[in-house]
């Protein structure tokens, strides 16, 4: 499903937040850098963050699992353990699952680990919400997803916008910016 306008992903935004048992929010390069930010945010006002942006948390992942199916396999992992947590997956991305056929072989695509992780969540009944600046393979596996609009140039502060207005939209712990 995908949401149109600003109040209404704000709006499912918060709702998720609430009735989540843990929340992860991850995405690859300067996006992971926006996910880490807003997972500090959300975990200061007591959020249930799982913090798939740790350096040696990622590291191991990869060495253990693989790139491509590393946080797939750790989602798995983490729902046979809470059987009947509330998970909400936020992933953020500027063209995830764009296929680059210059670059990579065909068969392939960018943020493989972000896409089998949107993957996994929907096989596991697990909420995703994609925000990314196009329509992409990441989308069709999200639960909803948001296409940032098209006049936004620093997608990555956009990202921390957004939660920094639901933050004060609903006036948690009276944070301002």
């Given at each position: 499903m995908r949401i149109y306008?600003?109040?209404d992903l704000y709006k499912y935004?918060?709702?998720?937040l609430d009735k989540a048992d843990y929340i992860i929010i991850t995405g690859n390069g300067g996006s992971l850098a926006s996910a880490l930010h807003i997972s500090s945010d959300l975990l200061k006002f007591g959020y249930p963050i799982l913090d798939f942006n740790n350096t040696s948390f990622l590291t191991a992942l990869y060495n253990d699992f693989g790139f491509k199916d590393s946080y797939a396999i750790f989602l798995e992992k983490l729902r046979s353990k809470f059987k009947k947590a509330n998970i909400f997956i936020i992933i953020?991305?500027?063209?995830?699952?764009?296929?680059?056929?210059?670059?990579?072989?065909q068969s392939n695509i960018w943020s493989s680990n972000l896409y089998n992780l949107a993957k996994k969540a929907l096989e596991l009944n697990i909420d995703v919400l994609t925000l990314t600046s196009e329509k992409n393979l990441i989308t069709s596996v999200s639960s909803v997803y948001y296409l940032i609009p098209s006049h936004i140039q620093d997608i990555e502060s956009y990202f921390i916008t957004i939660f920094h207005e639901v933050l004060k939209k609903y006036a948690i712990c009276g944070f301002e910016n």
């Open positions: 306008n600003e109040d935004i918060k709702e998720q953020l991305t500027v063209h995830g699952g764009k296929i680059l056929k210059e670059l990579r072989n």
